[in-house]
């Protein structure tokens, strides 16, 4: 009589299927399977794991704060009066608590105000767009200063050079804008009507720092967003003085500072100036940030293009020499190689955001966050008569 448990606890002979991917003992034929690994312990937890690409260092780490924080508003200049008392501008920001003291200050509020005012200036217009009104006297001269500049580099050829930045034919240029920054300065102020030009006796003293620390440092042969933020400021000291007003803001956007970005691209590419502080690949731009603002607001309330479109090869073919944002895109996109969401993942991000309203509110944010609050930029930032630091 056979065992019932017999038939239940009996097992099939393992078919020739089981076997095919069991290892074997080169030595005697058996099964060689590895052990099981022992469990972690506490006091030998797993290692962490390291991505093949790590993040950057300098990653933005506060993206929350900067999504809950109050968009900038513009915010009228307030006006410099008579008498002034002009004087050579210095550095006082040194940590956090001076940046935070900057920010809480009359003019720490007003110049981020000034840029807002600016970036509200222009939604909905083209490059090529007519003004509102015709150009000032003094848009005028900014042009003519800036045409200047961009002669020193057709005068001063770059040098025979292997590294990959920093060409020394760039100091050559930085000497001839240091040698005639006054004289590139005065016609702007003789263009004064709310003040006149004997008033702004020595307003060059106070002015000429801004303007000398707006297209790189002639020693490291590098340029960077604050920089960019000097020549923001070179304006602000304008427009506190009456020379420009509202009504030159959109000049001031679609004309000068336009100009300025050609000649900074044309700096750039020419004398081959290295990033300063970098955000490598975290950052809009190795070198820029304030295009990305004023071309979102251009590109507000736009039928067709939305920001998506910056991965359409023929918009931004057609439409760069139109759009300081789309000519920022296509810039990144001829000198950084490999696919676009690897080298520039923040503006391939941004590229997902349904408007382009929401793009200029969350870049103003993000310009005050990541450059205005962040202290090794800040830093270099100057204060003055004009720019008034408050103990």
């Known amino acids: 009589m056979s065992n019932p448990d017999s038939t239940s606890s009996s097992t099939p002979p393992p078919s020739h299927a089981a076997h095919i991917h069991t290892p074997l003992c080169r030595s005697c034929g058996a099964p060689a399977a590895a052990p099981t690994p022992a469990p972690w312990s506490g006091d030998s937890p797993p290692p962490a794991y390291r991505p093949i690409r790590m993040p950057a260092i300098n990653a933005p780490t506060n993206t929350a704060a900067i999504v809950l924080s109050p968009v900038p508003q513009p915010l009228p200049v307030p006006p410099a009066a008579p008498p002034f008392a002009f ?8 940590s956090p608590d001076d940046i935070a003291r900057f920010h809480a200050s009359t003019h720490g509020r007003h110049f981020l105000g000034f840029v807002a005012s600016l970036s509200a200036s222009v939604h909905g217009r083209k490059l090529s767009d007519p003004l509102p009104s015709p150009p000032s006297p003094a848009v005028s001269a900014l042009l003519d200063l800036i045409s200047a500049l961009s002669a020193f580099v057709a005068s001063t050829p770059p040098l025979p050079h292997s590294s990959r930045y920093g060409n020394p034919a760039f100091r050559l240029w930085h000497e001839k804008l240091a040698d005639s920054v006054n004289d590139l300065i005065s016609p702007i102020i003789a263009t004064a009507t709310a003040a006149s030009p004997a008033a702004l006796t020595g307003a060059e003293a106070e002015l000429a720092p801004y303007l000398l620390d707006s297209f ?16 923001a400021a070179f304006l602000y000291c304008l427009a506190r003085l009456g020379l420009i007003t509202e009504d030159d803001f959109p000049a001031v956007v679609l004309r000068v500072f336009a100009a300025y970005l050609d000649l900074m691209r044309t700096l750039q590419d020419t004398y081959l100036l290295e990033p300063a502080g970098s955000h490598g690949v975290w950052g809009l731009d190795d070198y820029h940030f304030l295009p990305f603002v004023f071309g979102a607001a251009q590109l507000i309330d736009h039928k067709y293009m939305k920001p998506k479109s910056i991965h359409n090869p023929d918009i931004l073919e057609n439409f760069s020499k139109e759009y300081m944002y789309l000519a920022c895109v296509m810039y990144v996109k001829k000198v950084k190689k490999g696919p676009f969401a690897e080298h520039s993942p923040m503006l391939d991000d941004i590229s997902g955001v349904p408007h382009w309203k929401k793009v200029n509110s969350g870049l103003l944010k993000m310009y005050k966050a990541e450059v205005l609050e962040k202290v090794p930029i800040m830093q270099h930032f100057l204060f003055g008569s004009l720019i008034k630091w408050e103990d």
């Open 87 to 94: 004087q050579a501008p210095a550095k006082h920001i040194t």
């Open 216 to 231: 790189g440092n002639g020693s490291r042969i590098d340029y960077g967003t604050g920089h960019e933020t000097n020549f």
